[in-house]
């Protein structure tokens, strides 16, 4: 099946609107080829010569499955163990502070757009050092694509994946793969118990019924323009504490989002109590 080898103008908008539609993300021009690379894939399974009949299948209300399938197309999703590693030695000594001044209260952190899982595991694997089994804590991981959720609930990743993790961390809360699964490596079940991981669209939050003490909000905003930046972070605060601390990419800034947010430390903020 030959497939259109470039994207018109024309059908560029009409994907990058529907995009943005249905979740807050913004291509802007320079991503055009990036789209049409994306897409063209998905055009030769579906075996449709054209971007305009694909987009035909985008405006059919009747097509979600196809909908949400795009959406985990056209999502970047890159992700890795210990990113910002800053942000992990902040995480080891707020988990320290709770475990001497409220050790009976669960600590809960939020990672808000989670791709595949490394950010979350990376959070679980400090805080099952930092509290043991002895006090209770717990990581949500939520992301609008359903794929990356799939491997992130999987919990398997391949070796060269781990080379971040501090082997002293590996070593305790990993399980290194043998025979069919040699070159892979998965974390250990009673990690795993502690995390989840559930679809959410940042643009539309659902209700936790509960409040963070810390939050996760990273290289995610950077998809947004400036007004829906905003909406975001006053959507993701509604979830945490007073007192709790959300954290942005270093290369996002949440300057003057809210007067409630005090930064301490490069992306690091504190929701005043
Ligand atoms: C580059 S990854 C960042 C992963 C991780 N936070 C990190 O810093 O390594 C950005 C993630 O944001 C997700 N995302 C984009 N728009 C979203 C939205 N509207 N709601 C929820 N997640 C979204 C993408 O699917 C992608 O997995």
């Not at 099952?128 to 794929?147: H, K, L, M």
């Not at 799939?150 to 793969?177: F, H, M, N």
């Not at 942005?248 to 300057?255: C, L, R, T």
Request: net charge positive; glycine share 6%.
């Amino acid at each position: 099946m030959q497939v259109s080898s470039s994207i018109s103008e024309q059908s560029f908008r009409q994907v990058r609107d529907w995009l943005y539609q249905r979740s807050g993300i913004f291509l802007n021009d320079t991503k055009r080829s990036l789209v049409c690379g994306r897409l063209q894939k998905r055009m030769r399974e579906l075996e449709l010569a054209s971007f305009e009949q694909y987009i035909r299948v985008l405006l059919n209300p009747a097509e979600q499955l196809e909908h949400e399938l795009a959406v985990n197309i056209l999502t970047t999703n890159e992700t890795y163990f210990f990113r910002e590693e800053k942000h992990f030695r902040f995480l080891e000594k707020v988990a320290a502070g709770h475990k001497t001044t409220t050790p009976a209260a669960p600590f809960q952190v939020w990672s808000a757009a989670a791709s595949t899982g490394q950010e979350a595991y990376s959070v679980a694997m400090v805080l099952a050092q930092q509290f043991g089994g002895y006090q209770p804590w717990s990581v949500v991981g939520t992301d609008i694509n359903t794929a990356v959720l799939c491997t992130a609930r999987q919990a398997i990743y391949p070796i060269e994946a781990s080379r971040k993790i501090p082997q002293d961390l590996l070593k305790a809360y990993a399980l290194k793969g043998k025979g069919k699964d040699e070159g892979w490596f998965k974390f250990r079940p009673e990690l795993c118990q502690k995390v989840s991981f559930e679809p959410l669209n940042l643009m539309e939050p659902k209700q936790f019924n509960y409040r963070f003490d810390l939050i996760l909000l990273r290289n995610v905003l950077i998809y947004f323009e400036l007004e829906d930046k905003q909406k975001i972070v006053r959507n993701v605060l509604k979830f945490l504490k007073p007192g709790g601390y959300l954290l942005v990419g270093h290369s996002e800034s949440i300057h003057g989002y809210d007067d409630r947010l005090q930064q301490i430390q490069p992306a690091c903020y504190r929701l005043k109590a």
